[in-house]
């Protein structure tokens, strides 16, 4: 149990293109759902907290407008970077919290690497 | 700031040793300390999770020591196997369901 999902699970586009990634929490259902970056051999980045119907909470220094966030469902949340540049290449990783009483522990996604040539 | 700090950056341990690896943190609300484990490409698995009430927790071959004065937490990898190479992360929040801090990690390489 407790299984998330994301897709693609790769992804090169070219610079000034838009992409989008989607999180699935596959057999619960997520109030919260967290979106993280990581480069290489690095530590993950808190990106943004979003809960489900709700606009998501940016950390300090996330573009929110370069950075789109819809958490529609309580199993769907999705990041769409827009305009991506080359510095905007890296390893994408979402996760969600089930929705049981008091919140859930977070489960993570596979992660997504995204390449901008 | 940095509010999780992690050592060693990377671990070389021979197969059958102990694996060792010390978080310290400085927020003292912080409540719930998770460790992760991370494969290349892949999304962080959580190992195990401690609380600061207990000093000690064992799940299998997976240890995390606590000390709360001293505001440190580690874990220890008994009978250390080539499968356990990868990174591992510590972590901290203020509750458990709430955002996770985390430490920069720690690259562990068993040798066979």
């Known amino acids: 149990g407790a299984v998330v999902s994301q897709h693609p699970s790769w992804v090169i586009c070219k610079s000034g293109t838009s992409v989008k990634i989607e999180c699935r929490s596959l057999?619960?259902?997520?109030?919260?759902m967290f979106w993280y970056r990581q480069f290489p051999k690095q530590s993950l980045m808190l990106m943004a907290t979003s809960n489900e119907g709700s606009k998501a909470t940016y950390e300090q220094g996330v573009e929110k407008d370069k950075f789109l966030i819809n958490h529609a469902s309580l199993t769907l949340s999705t990041l769409t970077v827009t305009s991506a540049h080359p510095e905007d290449s890296s390893f994408y990783i979402c996760?969600?919290?089930?929705?049981?009483?008091?919140?859930?522990?977070?489960?993570f996604g596979p992660g997504t690497r995204l390449t901008v040539t | 700031q940095q509010q999780v700090k992690q050592s060693p950056q990377s671990l070389i341990v021979q197969k059958g040793g102990i694996s060792i690896i010390n978080c310290a943190y400085e927020n003292t609300a912080f409540d719930y300390f998770p460790w992760y484990q991370q494969f290349p490409g892949k999304g962080p698995a959580l190992l195990i999770a401690i609380r600061p009430d207990v000093s000690e927790k064992k799940e299998g071959r997976f240890t995390i020591s606590f000390n709360k004065s001293a505001k440190q937490f580690s874990l220890h990898i008994m009978d250390s196997q080539p499968g356990d190479s990868a990174t591992y992360f510590c972590a901290a929040s203020i509750g458990r369901y709430s955002t996770l801090t985390f430490g920069k990690g720690t690259m562990l390489l068993v040798s066979p």
């Open positions: 996760s969600a919290s089930p929705r049981v009483a008091g919140g859930g522990e977070q489960y």
């Open positions: 057999d619960f259902q997520a109030t919260t």
